[in-house]
């Protein structure tokens, strides 16, 4: 910490810099509260603030972790993290599970927008297109090994439609179901010959 300016620190602090986590912590003297630069508290006051190499030198001096960004623990605490996570799991799961969009936003605790803004945000993809690209690689794996039909298929990776899945199987591989189950099997015997 000795060798950032004070300028530095402070800028690091205000623009919640998380390149800076782990090199300092900051504590407001006014809550007596410690947290890391990245912090999404509000900024407080430049001549309240105190800067720390760490978080036990900090508490040594009366100062209590903040419960937002948890300077006390190891690694970043990442709550946004944690959620996506948890949303992932839970498509990657019950992905066959046709109301499963419907349902999300209850089981994680969170408004259907406020979800798919969070989700959009650390994944680039909407709840949606996440579930439809774990449908469509399940219906691949299922077209390429089982036996089973198109309908089949379709119902067994998760999609309600029948049309829904076969328009976007194609967008998504540029071959109908049938005619990608033929490739796969081609390709599969080809390896084998070899």
């Not at 349902?103 to 680039?124: I, N, Q, Y």
């Not at 439609?161 to 099997?185: H, I, K, M, N, V």
């Amino acid at each position: 910490m000795r060798e950032l300016a004070e300028d530095t620190l402070w800028q690091a602090t205000v623009n919640n810099d998380r390149d800076y986590d782990g090199r300092f912590f900051y504590a407001v003297r006014t809550t007596r509260i410690v947290c890391r630069p990245s912090c999404r508290s509000k900024p407080p006051c430049r001549e309240n603030v105190e800067y720390f190499a760490n978080i036990e030198e900090a508490v040594q001096h009366g100062y209590r972790p903040c419960k937002r960004c948890r300077p006390d623990f190891a690694a970043p605490y990442q709550p946004e993290q944690e959620m996506v996570d948890k949303v992932c799991a839970l498509l990657t799961k019950e992905y066959a599970n046709p109301a499963i969009l419907e349902e999300l936003p209850a089981r994680v605790g969170l408004s259907k927008f406020h979800l798919g803004r969070l989700f959009k945000a650390a994944t680039r993809q909407t709840p949606k297109e996440f579930l439809q690209t774990i449908r469509l690689e399940k219906a691949r794996e299922l077209l390429a090994v089982s036996n089973l039909s198109g309908i089949q298929v379709c119902y067994e990776a998760g999609f309600n439609s029948l049309s829904d899945f076969y328009a976007l199987f194609r967008t998504a591989s540029g071959l109908s179901p049938r005619e990608y189950r033929q490739a796969s099997r081609t390709a599969a015997g080809q390896k084998t010959q070899e």
